[in-house]
């Protein structure tokens, strides 16, 4: 007997709790999700950005619940409508006993911003592109070209570099890709860009352009170079701009040292080649009529050599070692 009352005092004791159980949770379903008990927070602290702000997340939890109760929810459905938005990095959505709705956020932060093919989008450091907004605009750098995804990541890692180096953010202010695939830096100084060529050794490239630009073109006017090549091993090649008057003397100088160059050194060559001792008997019973013909051919041997003579070149290599 004993046996049976334990176990209906048992019995009654989970039916009671079972009936508060079942009433708090429809108390509690029926409780209406107000604007104060929702918190939204970006997690952006490092680099704030405003893709998103806290009105636009507060309208999507109003749309995906119109009756605002608690009971109505569908948190995973609201946490996945807010991580399919393009500027959202992650998103975790969850709700407290007292009924509070917590938005935890964080927003991509753009590295670079790529025109391509006539479209600007941006792109984060993983790599992950996605567009630009018309509320807000943040301040990165400008790459422009045929840019392939699978060199986002080399490019991630050269616009990191530049914004951690005083001289480089100083110096560059964009990333350009010619047709021939090769890389350009823009800079802020003249009108000349910087040729990288690929995307590697980019520490020993910039360095070397730091020491060019410490050593020697501090004393020149920036106007000077339609173009400053890094892109080559241990040697900085520049070339000269065309339009700028100062450089009119030093293309002439170049053409004129170019078109003195001796033209008779050749045919001394020729000359002092030896012949075989058959050649050298003929010649001899060979009328004056003939020797007059051979005498006629170092001339156009000289005609032909002024024609050969190398055109000039505007390029100067400077070596840094």
């Known amino acids: 007997m004993k046996n049976k009352y334990?176990?209906?005092?048992?019995?009654?004791?989970?039916?009671?709790?079972?009936?508060?159980?079942?009433?708090?949770?429809?108390?509690?379903?029926?409780?209406?999700?107000?604007d104060d008990k929702i918190s939204v927070k970006m997690n952006n602290e490092k680099t704030p950005v405003d893709f998103i702000n806290e009105k636009d997340i507060r309208e999507i939890v109003k749309k995906e619940n119109p009756s605002g109760k608690v009971g109505d929810l569908n948190i995973p459905a609201l946490e996945k409508k807010i991580n399919n938005l393009p500027a959202v990095d992650s998103a975790n959505v969850y709700l407290n006993l007292n009924g509070k709705l917590n938005l935890d956020i964080k927003q991509r932060?753009?590295?670079?911003?790529?025109?391509?093919?006539?479209?600007?989008?941006?792109?984060?450091?993983?790599?992950?592109?996605f567009p630009i907004s018309k509320n807000y605009s943040h301040p990165c750098m400008l790459v422009t070209g045929n840019v392939k995804k699978d060199e986002y990541s080399k490019l991630v890692k050269l616009v990191e570099k530049i914004d951690k180096d005083d001289f480089s953010k100083k110096y560059f202010i964009g990333i350009s890709k010619d047709r021939n695939g090769d890389y350009n830096l823009?800079?802020?100084?003249?009108?000349?860009?910087?040729?990288?060529?690929?995307?590697?050794?980019?520490?020993?490239?910039?360095?070397?352009?730091?020491?060019?630009?410490?050593?020697?073109?501090?004393?020149?006017?920036?106007?000077?170079?339609?173009?400053?090549?890094?892109?080559?091993?241990?040697?900085?090649?520049?070339?000269?701009?065309?339009?700028?008057?100062e450089n009119d003397s030093i293309l002439k100088a170049g053409n004129k040292e170019l078109a003195k160059a001796p033209a008779s050194a050749p045919t001394k060559k020729a000359e002092a080649e030896p012949k075989p001792k058959a050649e050298i008997k003929k010649e001899t019973k060979k009328t004056n009529a003939t020797k007059t013909k051979a005498a006629a051919k170092p001339k156009e041997s000289k005609k032909t050599e002024k024609s050969t003579a190398p055109k000039p070149k505007t390029k100067a290599k400077v070596k840094i070692e």
């Not at 590295?111 to 592109?129: A, I, M, P, Q, S």
């Not at 501090?218 to 170079?225: A, G, I, L, R």
């Open 6 to 34: 334990r176990i209906l005092k048992i019995a009654i004791t989970v039916i009671i709790l079972g009936f508060l159980l079942s009433f708090s949770l429809k108390k509690f379903s029926g409780q209406k999700i107000t």
């Open 109 to 129: 932060v753009p590295v670079f911003r790529l025109n391509k093919d006539g479209k600007d989008f941006y792109v984060d450091e993983k790599g992950t592109e």
């Open 186 to 245: 823009l800079t802020s100084e003249g009108n000349y860009k910087v040729e990288i060529g690929d995307l590697d050794n980019i520490e020993l490239k910039v360095k070397g352009f730091k020491a060019f630009v410490e050593k020697y073109l501090v004393y020149q006017d920036p106007e000077k170079y339609s173009m400053v090549s890094i892109k080559y091993q241990n040697q900085i090649v520049t070339t000269l701009n065309p339009y700028f008057k």
